[in-house]
Nanobody
Framework: QVYLVESGGGSVQAGGSLRLSCAASGYTVSSNYMGWFRQAPGKEREGVAAIAPWSGSTYYADSVKGRFTISQDNAKNTIYLQMTSLKAEDTAMYYC???????????????????WGQGTQVTVSS
């Protein structure tokens, strides 16, 4: 059984930092693409960052590039999202996702993933 469990969310003031974690079970994170997504009330789910664990290739939304970093720890079977210089508009529920099944030439930031975690809330106060 595949499970993804996010942690590390919370409340922070603008300009602060948080690191989100996604612990995987039932598979290894090196077996397919993994991504971080977020969704705020009234908005569509947005791809934030993705990673190809076997190569280390990363992908970022324009809105977060230079501020967020996705990484992996294969020994711990965990991926991370380091968020710095947080803004109020970063407030959302953040989800990690596994097993991209979209088109080969499609964006890895599209929500074409088979498995999703339960989400962790990030609230940034301006």
């Amino acid at each position: 059984q595949v499970y993804l469990v996010e942690s590390g969310g919370g409340s922070v003031q603008a300009g602060g930092s948080l690191r989100l974690s996604c612990a995987a079970s039932g598979y290894t994170v090196s077996s397919n693409y993994m991504g971080w997504f977020r969704q705020a009330p009234g908005k569509e789910r947005e791809g934030v960052a993705a990673i190809a664990p076997w190569s280390g290739s990363t992908y970022y939304a324009d809105s977060v590039k230079g501020r967020f970093t996705i990484s992996q720890d294969n020994a711990k079977n965990t991926i991370y999202l380091q968020m710095t210089s947080l803004k109020a508009e970063d407030t959302a529920m953040y989800y990690c996702a596994y097993d991209f099944y979209g088109l080969g030439d499609g964006s890895r930031l599209a929500p074409w993933y088979k498995y999703w975690g339960q989400g962790t809330q990030v609230t940034v106060s301006s």
